[in-house]
């Protein structure tokens, strides 16, 4: 099976059932070139673990994953995503106020971009040369080439932003602004927010129905 699936880790101090998984990732058409028997990477505390299910069933369940290793990322990481060959990974590594960047074939952290403080989201732009990160601290999304450049023209929304849901229909992405209790939905593509919409209060990463009709969105400050 060549999906790989992408897991957002909750702080410390948040439980498991705030990690999301993005619908599509989860089981991803596209080619991956990495070894078939890696389905996801977690991130838990300061490193990945690299989990391996070979063969895979559809109805594959991390109970399912067996740990291959672990990778040092630094301090706190969230949301992973792939490049589309699935041969590198870039972990939002909020502890350390940077992206790390992971070899998905050799398994090692091979370099780091600062960002903005605390960065919980980071996802590949669909031109195949950028990065859009979001940053807990200082609200908004922002845009990086992959090689580590900040290339300006900022989505601000406040402090409080989170990690990305997605992608949806196009190249739509659920945003949840924690101090904001609202929920933007951002265009990776166009690198622009298209709506917002209130939500309950502290609003955690969300999840969508896989056709993006409906938006479920966890609130930590009203259980």
């Known amino acids: 099976m060549d999906a790989v699936a992408r897991l957002a880790s909750a702080p410390p101090d948040r439980t498991a059932a705030s990690r999301m998984i993005s619908p599509r990732a989860v089981h991803d058409p596209r080619p991956r070139h990495v070894h078939p028997a890696v389905l996801a990477f977690l991130a838990a505390g300061g490193s990945l673990a690299l989990l391996g299910c070979d063969p895979a ?3 594959t369940t991390l109970d399912d994953f067996t740990v291959v290793t672990s990778i040092d990322v630094g301090l706190n990481p969230h ?4 490049s ?3 041969r590198t990974a ?3 590594t909020a502890g350390e106020d940077r992206i790390t960047v992971v070899d998905a074939e050799t398994f090692e952290a091979v370099g780091t971009i600062a960002t903005p403080p605390t960065p919980l989201g980071v996802i590949p732009i669909p031109n195949g040369q950028d990065l859009a990160v979001t940053s807990l601290s200082d609200g908004g999304v922002f845009r990086f080439t992959r090689q580590g450049s ?3 023209g900022d989505r601000l929304t406040g402090v409080g932003s989170s990690s990305l849901m997605g992608p949806l229909a196009g190249e739509l992405y659920l945003l949840p602004v924690e101090q904001a209790d609202s929920m933007y939905v951002f ?3 166009r690198f622009t927010f298209t709506a ?3 939500t309950g209060a502290r609003p955690f990463p969300a999840s969508a129905t896989s056709d993006a009709r409906l938006a479920f969105i966890p609130s930590y400050a009203d259980g």
Do not use: H
């Open 187 to 189: 265009d990776a593509a």
């Open 79 to 82: 949301q992973i995503s792939f």
């Open 57 to 59: 069933p559809p109805d």
């Open 196 to 198: 917002a919409y209130p």
């Open 84 to 86: 589309d060959d699935g």
């Open 150 to 152: 900040r290339l300006g």
């Open 90 to 92: 870039w972990v939002a």
